[in-house]
């Protein structure tokens, strides 16, 4: 081993030089400078990130999927409360047809959903709730505005105009007239059909809501366009059941 030792000294001098240009190097302030900012810049990156790790999408549907289904359940059975026998005594008063409180529970279930949606990510244990989101930091500031958008979008006022004036009335009035169009059926099949189209109502709306969740909330473009894509199947079939069923209701 010394006899290899000073062969690789004396018979190769290069490799003493190799050895003092490495030192001279670290330890000098020009590799502490590059080394300061290679870790600096490794530091900005890290900050950067928005949450570290990132779910496949494979993973991130399959733990939306309880969230959008158990959604969509409480939005039926809120529906569907004021008519349980339980709440009898309550179905009066009446208007065109319709008890009061129907047409309450029809307001919370079409311009509320979201808060039914709050209430089923708070229901969640602790635990679950953070395997559903476990390394997003939601609300980034100026995320959207920097996104490229096509010229023709229309301003931002547009949107709660279209919701508040447009789109939730005429939700309000076709599942109003397909309650006063239930009362008057006696067929098993039809109220069948009538629970399936209500339902699939209720699943749109929640498919409506993680997709907030998603695109403005985790911040996830490609899988916002996937959940905004079946949004809208969801939201055409409802409204071919509900044509089927009324056709003034379907429109």
């Not at 958008?149 to 279209?162: D, L, S």
Request: proline share 6%.
């Amino acid at each position: 081993q010394l006899g290899n030792k000073r062969h690789s000294t004396f018979l190769h001098p290069e490799n003493t030089k190799k050895k003092a240009t490495a030192t001279i190097l670290t330890s000098s302030p020009i590799h502490d400078t590059i080394t300061t900012t290679t870790t600096n810049h490794k530091y900005d990156k890290l900050l950067s990130l928005r949450g570290g790790a990132c779910d496949s999408d494979a993973v991130m549907y399959l733990k939306l999927f309880p969230s959008i289904t158990l959604q969509a359940l409480l939005l039926f059975l809120i529906l569907l409360a004021p008519s349980s026998s339980l709440l009898t005594p309550l179905q009066n008063p009446q208007l065109y047809n319709l008890p009061v409180i129907q047409y309450i529970a029809c307001f919370l279930v079409i311009f509320s959903s979201s808060l039914v949606g709050s209430l089923v990510d708070g229901t969640l244990s602790a635990a679950t709730k953070q395997v559903l989101d476990p390394n997003v930091t939601p609300g980034e500031e100026g995320w959207y505005a920097g996104l490229n958008r096509p010229k023709w979008e229309p301003p931002g006022y547009v949107f709660p105009i279209m919701w508040l004036i447009v789109s939730k009335p005429t939700q309000f009035i076709a599942v109003s007239r397909l309650f006063r169009l239930v009362k008057n059926w006696v067929e098993d099949e039809k109220k069948l059909q009538w629970s399936v189209s209500l339902f699939i109502y209720c699943l749109h709306l929640s498919l409506g809501d993680t997709w907030n969740k998603v695109f403005f909330g985790y911040q996830c473009i490609g899988r916002g366009v996937t959940v905004i894509t079946i949004f809208w199947s969801v939201l055409l079939l409802s409204a071919g059941l509900f044509y089927k069923l009324e056709e003034k209701a379907g429109l």
